[in-house]
């Protein structure tokens, strides 16, 4: 894949506003500010495809990209508080909706911070698509800022904390030593290829 030539598709601020698309779709989800937009970015060799914000819940709609025949969405982020009620009513609206639906999605990158315990919102989203059936990849972001000590401790925390853990992929990313990308990468290329596969069958 020339993931060079990744575009910014659409936006949309509700659920009832997003069509109905035929093509294969790639989710990204996780906490406000965790680092949805710079993951995004550097998958695709671009600074700013995404708008990255040192504001915590500044992308408040879901935002589609494009690249070959699959679309890559990036959700708002869950849990930041300083909002109106009004406006976290809409983003759930929007994030349950989106997950909810009938839409062919292939897989979900869910962002967790590696230096902290997963927060109780990361917990419900993680036992909503255990549950859903959705497939999933968890993304350690962050992970540059740990020591192998570090890493390891927490990696207790994750497995006493996070449901069926040890089942789960999980890559750790780092922006700033691009540790993770490749594998990321190799995950969109496999889900590219079958793609591929079921379009010529």
Do not use: C
Request: aromatic share 12%; proline share 3%; glycine share 4%.
């Amino acid at each position: 894949m020339n993931y060079n030539k990744a575009e910014f598709f659409a936006s949309y601020g509700l659920f009832s506003q997003i069509p109905e698309y035929e093509n294969k779709e790639i989710v990204f989800a996780g906490r406000s500010n965790v680092g949805k937009s710079t993951l995004i970015n550097k998958i695709f060799n671009r600074k700013a495809l995404a708008r990255v914000s040192s504001v915590p819940g500044k992308t408040a709609t879901i935002n589609f990209y494009k690249l070959d025949d699959i679309y890559f969405v990036d959700l708002p982020g869950y849990g930041y508080a300083k909002v109106s009620k009004t406006e976290k009513e809409r983003w759930s609206g929007l994030i349950e909706g989106y997950l909810n639906s009938d839409r062919k999605i292939e897989l979900v990158f869910l962002l967790i911070d590696m230096r902290h315990a997963p927060s109780k919102d990361d917990i419900h989203m993680i036992s909503f698509m255990i549950d859903a059936g959705l497939p999933f990849v968890i993304i350690f972001t962050k992970a540059d800022k740990l020591t192998n000590n570090q890493r390891r401790e927490m990696n207790k925390i994750f497995t006493e904390t996070i449901p069926q853990f040890e089942d789960i992929v999980s890559v750790p990313f780092s922006s700033q030593t691009f540790e993770g990308v490749e594998k990321v990468r190799e995950i969109i290329e496999d889900i590219a290829a079958d793609t591929e596969e079921t379009e010529e069958e």
